[in-house]
Structures are given as structure tokens and as C-alpha cells.
């Protein structure tokens, strides 16, 4: 009944910045947080960032803390993160995932690559 669909990635030099956006099709009416994380190949998934609706609660982990930043439009239809300063280490496919009451809803990831 919800899809997520991230989009905004690509190919990126080191230094540079990228937007993601993150699109919930169908209602948010019973949203309760957004989160993106991401997973290189290899790698365990790992959590970036979520914004929470109570309170509008943010929170990130320390690698893209100071660099990252994540918001909302006012109707919670498209979450946003915004990746400044971008590493190589920050290349892999990011995904968004909503948490509802009872579960969560993936995104297909949408893949990042910071290379000169």
C-alpha cells in the first residue's frame, strides 16, 4: 500500500556534495520516523540519520555527523538528506526506510559513489 522510493544518487568527486530524496507514495498518516542507512559491498547495512514525527527528533551517527543533514517537506511526502563534504567511504547504496506502527518500509536504494 506505501512505497519509498529513494532517488538523487550517482557519481560524485571527493569534497563534493549530493541531495537524496526519499518519496512515500500513499499516506503518512501513520508515519512515525524516517532513517536512511547505507551498505557497501561486503558491508553490513549500516544507520546514517532519522528524523522522528514526535518532535521532529533528529538524530546521526557519528561518520556523517557535521556533514549530513536530514529533512522533511511539511507533509512528511519527501524526506531529504543532504551530504556535504562527501569521502570515498561514503560510497555505497543508500536506503530510506519508514517506520509505521507494527513495521517498516524499505527503499531500493539509490547508490552513491564518491571517486575523482
Known amino acids: 500500500q506505501v512505497q519509498v522510493v529513494e532517488s538523487g544518487g550517482g557519481l560524485v568527486q571527493p569534497g563534493g556534495s549530493l541531495r537524496l530524496s526519499c518519496a512515500t507514495s500513499?499516506?503518512?498518516?501513520?508515519?512515525?520516523?524516517v532513517s536512511w542507512f547505507r551498505q557497501a559491498p561486503g558491508k553490513e547495512r549500516d544507520w546514517v540519520a532519522t528524523?522522528?514525527?514526535?518532535?521532529?527528533?533528529?538524530a546521526y551517527a557519528d561518520s556523517v555527523k557535521g556533514r549530513f543533514t536530514i529533512s522533511r517537506d511539511n507533509a512528511w511526502n519527501t524526506v531529504y538528506l543532504q551530504m556535504n563534504t562527501l569521502a570515498p567511504q561514503d560510497t555505497a547504496v543508500y536506503y530510506c526506510?519508514?517506520?509505521?506502527?507494527?513495521?517498516?518500509?524499505w527503499g531500493q536504494g539509490t547508490p552513491v559513489t564518491v571517486s575523482s
Open positions: 500513499g499516506s503518512t498518516f501513520s508515519l512515525l520516523a
Open positions: 528524523i522522528a514525527t514526535a518532535g521532529d527528533i533528529i
Open positions: 526506510r519508514e517506520r509505521v506502527p507494527g513495521n517498516y518500509i
